[in-house]
């Protein structure tokens, strides 16, 4: 049966569960936990109610920790929010601590699946996720610029007026400031980006990325649709063994941390990264990236 847990129930992960409900896959149960016992059990029955209207049957309970242990995907989205203000590595004293019990716990149910991060700092959760579950690093698995690929492709499109679905690129590095577009692999079809956007137009759409969530939580006080939509997308990738590629936070071993990069993502969580030629100045981006990640996780106070 394909299960799937939710820790952390507030805008994020309930965003998660909603999108859940209303795209066709092949989740056949769905089980969320959250501290906050009582308005969980409301969430369900909201989401239970949709049911008749919903593409496909699916079991909605709330639950606790042991329900983990025959699940196929856990996701987290628990945690500390980033405010106005705040960028997502001022999050990680705070969330390196809650992620520390909430991982101890799933693997003490006996978990054997997935595990779905999407808690800021992103690439440090994840790697902290993997740290303290002792799974194989490719079922560990963090939303990375999955999210950020996609208002990549979108603000392409709506600028050129071409469906975002024949703009083929991605957003690598760090999800956070320090991420960037490697332009020189970006196509549009079959054609290379430089053909239809000057350098700095380019630049203009990258800084438009970059600071999208920003703008949101300025404006609403908090980002959930875009990212729970993008996890719903991660998760049919691994329970319809799509082989499908997404750029995702998976293991560098070479440098030891979690950082984004383009990989396929199957029933096993991910099968493969993809090598993709990088120029020299986008080599020191990533590499600029991989410094900021490692300089983050050193500075967790244990």
């Given at each position: 049966m394909n299960k799937v847990v939710i820790i952390g129930c507030g805008n994020v992960g309930l965003s998660y569960a909603?999108?859940?409900l209303n795209q066709d896959n092949a989740v056949q149960e769905l089980v969320l936990i959250d501290l906050n016992m009582n308005k969980i059990e409301g969430e369900v029955m909201d989401l239970n109610h949709c049911l008749p209207f919903a593409p496909n049957k699916m079991k909605i309970t709330a639950g606790s920790y042991s329900d983990?242990?025959?699940a196929t995907i856990v996701a987290i989205a628990a945690g500390?929010?980033?405010a106005p203000g705040e960028t997502r590595m001022d999050l990680?004293?705070?969330n390196s601590k809650i992620?520390?019990?909430i991982v101890d716990e799933v693997m003490k149910s006996g978990f054997d699946g997935i595990f779905l991060v999407a808690t800021n700092p992103l690439d440090v959760m994840t790697h902290l996720t993997y740290k303290y579950s002792g799974l194989s690093s490719n079922r560990v698995i963090g939303t990375g610029t999955t999210l950020d690929s996609a208002r990549l492709r979108y603000i392409i499109g709506e600028k050129l007026h071409i469906s975002n679905k024949c703009i083929h690129g991605y957003v690598i590095g760090e999800h956070g400031d320090s991420e960037f577009v490697p332009w020189s692999t970006l196509n549009i079809g079959p054609q290379n980006i430089n053909k239809y956007l000057t350098k700095q137009e380019m630049n203009e759409i990258e800084e438009r990325v970059r600071t999208a969530a920003y703008e949101i939580i300025n404006k609403k006080g908090f980002t959930n649709f875009g990212i729970g939509v993008s996890m719903v997308r991660i998760t049919n990738a691994?329970?319809?063994d799509e082989h499908g590629i997404l750029a995702v936070s998976t293991y560098d071993k070479k440098h030891d941390i979690y950082i984004s990069?383009?990989?396929i993502i199957g029933r096993n969580g991910v099968e493969d990264n993809i090598a993709i030629n990088l120029t020299q100045r986008e080599t020191a981006k990533f590499n600029a990236s991989i410094k900021v990640i490692k300089n983050a996780i050193r500075s967790i106070k244990e």
């Open positions: 909603y999108s859940l983990c242990k025959d500390a929010n980033q990680i004293n705070k992620f520390k019990s691994i329970l319809n990069y383009p990989a």
